[in-house]
């Protein structure tokens, strides 16, 4: 069986859900694979990258955007920051991986990342300021044919 995400949201707590899943399903044996775009490309960005982007508007989205995967915000109770300081305390406390941790978990567990080229392209984000774990950078042709062959397909 095949598991396809979509993963569209820069949201600690919504990056968490998806990777929690796609590593059991990766656990269960299942061909899993996540595609990144819009704000959840964010996820994917390696730490103290620096920006490549070009143009006002681009250096603008850049400036407001999450830097990498340490750095992503919650969707709800964000508080300024205190929310995800205050969430990744509790996880820490409870031996529970953040979101780094966990994308080195679904590696593991044969999960395949792929950055939407289209994406990349709108934010100006290029290939080197991606973590090594995305196993390639796609179109939503890509994403598409992957998702046809898919029994279960979720957007996160």
């Not at 996820?43 to 006002?56: F, Q, W």
């Not at 999450?66 to 990744?88: E, I, T, Y």
């Amino acid at each position: 069986m095949k598991v396809t995400l979509v993963v569209f949201s820069g949201d600690m707590d919504k990056a968490m859900a998806a990777f929690n899943i796609a590593i059991g399903a990766g656990s269960m044996g299942m061909e899993v694979s996540m595609f990144f775009t819009f704000w959840g490309i964010h996820i994917l960005k390696r730490p103290n990258a620096p920006s490549r982007a070009k143009g006002l508007i681009r250096r603008m989205l850049s400036m407001m955007s999450p830097p990498d995967a340490r750095k992503l915000p919650l969707s709800k109770l964000n508080m300024l920051g205190m929310g995800p300081f205050m969430m990744k305390k509790l996880m820490k406390q409870h031996r529970m991986p953040d979101v780094q941790e966990m994308m080195s978990l679904a590696e593991q567990s044969g999960v395949k990342l792929i950055a939407c080229t289209t994406t990349m392209e709108l934010m100006g984000i290029s290939k080197d300021q991606l973590v090594e774990q995305v196993d390639r950078v796609a179109g939503v042709a890509t994403y598409l044919s992957e998702a046809s062959e898919s029994g279960i397909n979720l957007f996160v």
